[in-house]
């Protein structure tokens, strides 16, 4: 799927940027490749990685993991919102998912899930905080503040949360 970086609105300002993921950083490279065979999207469900065959349950477990990590850094932080900002095909596939709205929390789940599964793309920002979803099932999550609870919580279902700079798909001017 091809992502457009458009550079049409306000830039984020998050000042706690994380690379959260299911891919342990202990087998990436020096420049950060991950270096293991490992599934990359939904439409992998049945193929076979490092042995194990992708099952539906092992998917559903993983998205869910990634979406109440997400959900549960932006509740933390105190965002309440974010905007749906350069959506890619998807309209109507999830409510209220169209270009400008404004997703609370309760919203954002859904539209996150059509993002992960290549249903949908776009960038989910406020002034101080985002979700961003990339290539290869990696997700960017920016907040305003540290939420320890949040990280603590995606590490027991099974995530990385890795400190970034900023997201890769962040704009930058």
Sequence with gaps: MAHTLAHTHTLVSASHNFRVTKYDPAFRNNVGNYLRDDWTAISDVG????????????????????????????????????????????????????????????????????????????RFESDDAYVHVGWDYYMFVGVPRACPKAEALAVSRGLFVEPIERSPYARTG
């Design 47 to 122: 193929d076979t990685f490092d042995g194990v065959v992708l099952t539906r349950e092992t998917y559903d477990r993983v998205e869910d993991a990634y979406i109440d990590a997400a959900l549960a850094l932006l509740d933390e932080a105190g965002v309440r919102a974010l905007v749906v900002r350069d959506l890619e095909h998807g309209q109507d596939i999830v409510p209220g998912l169209r270009e400008g709205s404004r997703l609370p929390l309760a919203q954002l789940g859904p539209a996150l899930r059509a993002v992960l599964r290549e249903d949908s793309w776009c």
